[in-house]
């Protein structure tokens, strides 16, 4: 088994205790004046956001919550690639009772009565899902991924039917 790489560590000590008390859940004024900054508390919290967007610093909150989630959370890569599925597989292909596709399906309704035996399939979002993959692959210069990945995950559920997906 091979050993996890490093936690990049921020280059300021302060900087690193900030993103260990954020990481706790701390307010953001509270975590920098607790970091060893002096100042008010009127202008800790516009310090603590630049002290935040700081590349070292998102670094190593981000490789935090990487290995306290091991492997009970999805990757950028699998995200990634289950996205491309959205995108790739034709609604045409997807067979609803294929475990293989079954991920792909939103929701399946089947009429029982006898004057019409008709199935209504949807398709998970395939724009939506584009617009995931370009805000995670960070292409998109107004998005932060880790902190919008959440978000996004849970609007892909909720997007609406592509026209003509009805079986």
């Known amino acids: 088994m091979s050993q996890?790489?490093?936690?990049?560590?921020?280059?300021d000590p302060r900087h690193q205790r900030y993103a260990d008390l954020r990481l706790q859940n701390v307010k953001k004024t509270d975590a920098y004046?607790?970091?060893?900054?002096?100042?008010?508390?009127?202008?800790?919290?516009?310090?603590?956001?630049?002290?935040?967007?700081r590349?070292?610093?998102?670094?190593?909150?981000?490789?935090?919550r990487l290995s306290a989630a091991g492997d009970s959370c999805?990757?950028?890569?699998?995200?990634?690639?289950?996205?491309?599925?959205?995108?790739?597989?034709?609604?045409?292909?997807?067979?609803?009772?294929?475990?293989?596709?079954?991920?792909?399906?939103?929701?399946?309704?089947?009429?029982t009565s006898e004057a019409s035996a008709s199935s209504s399939l949807r398709k998970l979002d395939p724009l939506k899902a584009i617009e995931i993959d370009i805000k995670l692959s960070g292409d998109d210069p107004e998005t932060n991924?880790?902190?919008?990945?959440?978000e996004l995950l849970?609007?892909?559920?909720?997007?609406?039917p592509i026209p003509?997906?009805?079986l």
């Open 55 to 64: 590349s070292d610093v998102r670094a190593y909150m981000t490789a935090i």
């Open 145 to 150: 991924a880790a902190s919008q990945l959440t």
């Open 74 to 111: 999805l990757d950028l890569l699998e995200i990634r690639r289950f996205l491309a599925r959205v995108v790739r597989t034709p609604f045409a292909e997807i067979d609803p009772d294929s475990p293989e596709h079954s991920d792909l399906i939103l929701s399946l309704s089947r009429s």
């Open 154 to 160: 849970l609007t892909l559920c909720h997007a609406h």
């Open 33 to 53: 004046m607790a970091s060893g900054y002096k100042c008010r508390r009127s202008s800790a919290a516009a310090a603590a956001t630049r002290v935040e967007k």
């Open 164 to 166: 003509n997906d009805t």
């Open 4 to 11: 996890p790489p490093p936690i990049p560590l921020p280059q």
